[in-house]
């Protein structure tokens, strides 16, 4: 990191056109429209983050933030087609169409504050719940996170601006934070989570440093709101690299503060059920990703959660007396209210995951009309992949429930009427022996 005298200043990398990929062609025509027009009305704004990252590795971006010394209300005032959101650092959105460009003014630090708009608040443990402190484009590189996002585009002169020796990480491959890791983590713990995300989405290695206090920090995911941490967990296992980012989430025990009911099935030699499916779960998830097909979180906590249920509903029939079936929904409800403490999944989502685990009991009686009910259900096809998941691990009973449901749900009428009868004459069977 450079620095110039006074800790309120930092020495920059400037980075020339011939000595970068980047180019206007690339980048999103309403961001640049967004810069031109700042630039013109005398304020400075450039590119920054993550799209600059994605532009520098040949990625193309998912989106384009700017940073500015505009503030929040003098960007609204720019654009007609703009709002501000956000309480804990406000934001201004630039609305095109189905595009957003966001808008944010440079940060500064936390003991610069000058003006009653310029409000910093932390809770005890130093995470940071209010964070409306403005300052220069150099303080705002020293609040970044990582030094690879500590890069600013110049639209003026097509220069890079390298605050941090971001281009030189990026280059090496190296997730390196920008100041003192602990502090940082404490600010804001979800930057444990980003940096295992961005480790497993770039292939890139955790700085020594960044990494050393991650595990004993990672209790600190409890103070996150559950609907951020739901959001995060979106990111972390359903944008293509789940199975890479499982195994980082393990290591630095950061997967069991998202699901506290899975920790305890985690086995030495990651050999049981529970593990086995998880893994299978996530594999075909970034597979369909990768191939553009449909991703559903419902089927995905459905699948993570399915053992831990059956586990609880067994204990339940012990201590209850209840039969299976009545043990079954109620840990069902208890199960997810205790889930949505810490990730806050929306009923639509809890209700396809109800939906998909009681399939999974409805599927063992199919005699009479029921089978022809349970494949009307909606929700039949992510039930039958689970049951799928289930045969392929456990094996046994299991396999022949799969494939007379995998033959049924294609057959035609008439064969489907006859497979339903078969059940029905060994049914009797069995209750004449």
């Known amino acids: 990191m450079f620095r110039l005298k006074g800790h309120q200043q930092a020495c920059y990398v400037s980075i020339p056109r011939n ?14 429209k967004v810069l031109y027009r700042l630039n013109k009305q005398g304020y400075e704004a450039f590119l920054v983050g993550g799209c600059i990252r994605d532009l520098l590795l040949g990625k193309t971006p998912k989106d384009f933030d700017i940073a500015t010394n505009a ?31 966001e808008v944010a003014t440079f940060r500064g630090e936390h003991d610069d504050q000058k003006s009653q708009t310029n409000i910093s608040k932390r809770s005890q443990s130093g995470m940071l719940l209010r964070d409306n402190v403005y300052g220069t ?21 097509f220069t890079l601006r390298d605050y ?7 280059k090496k491959g190296i997730i390196r934070l920008i100041g003192d890791p602990q502090t940082r983590y404490r600010e804001d713990p979800v930057r444990m989570l980003r940096t295992i995300r961005f480790a497993a989405k770039l292939n890139m290695k955790i700085e020594t440093a960044t990494a050393e206090p991650i595990k004993a920090l990672a209790p600190l995911l409890k103070n996150i709101p559950p609907a951020r941490l739901f959001d995060e967990s979106l990111k972390l296992l359903q944008t293509g690299y789940g199975y890479k980012t499982y195994f980082l989430l393990r290591e630095f025990h950061l997967f069991e503060q ?21 893994e299978q779960v996530l594999k075909n998830t970034d597979y369909r990703i990768t191939n553009n097909q449909r991703v559903n979180p419902a ?12 586990e609880q509903t067994q204990l339940t029939c012990m201590e209850s007396g209840l039969q299976f079936y009545d043990s079954f929904s109620m840990t069902i409800n208890d199960l997810l209210s205790e889930q949505c403490r810490i990730l806050a999944i929306p009923r639509r989502l809890t209700t396809t995951m109800g939906d998909i685990w009681r399939l999974q009991l409805r599927m063992k009686k199919r005699e009479g009309k029921r089978a022809f009910a349970i494949i009307e259900h909606p929700k039949f096809r992510a039930a039958f992949d689970l049951l799928e998941m289930r045969a392929s691990i456990e094996k046994g009973e299991l396999l022949n429930l799969t494939k007379w449901w995998d033959e049924f749900q294609y057959a035609p009428i008439e064969k489907r009427i006859v497979m339903v009868k078969q059940l029905n004459k060994a049914s009797r069977r069995r209750v004449k022996r």
């Open 71 to 101: 503030t929040p209300e003098q960007v609204q005032t720019s654009f007609r087609n703009c709002r501000l959101v956000g309480r804990r650092f406000r934001l201004a959105h630039v609305m095109f169409g189905k595009e957003i460009i």
């Open 137 to 157: 484009i150099e303080q705002d590189a020293m609040r970044r996170d990582f030094t690879m996002n500590a890069l600013y585009y110049d639209v003026k002169d």
């Open 164 to 170: 941090c020796q971001g281009l030189q990480d990026l």
């Open 299 to 310: 089927f995905l906590f459905a699948v993570f959660l399915w053992y831990p249920l059956i």
């Open 19 to 32: 000595e970068h990929n980047i180019s206007r062609k690339d980048i999103s025509e309403n961001a640049l």
């Open 258 to 278: 998202i699901f506290p009911n899975i920790g305890r099935f985690f086995t030495p030699n990651n050999t049981s059920n529970f593990e086995k499916i998880i």
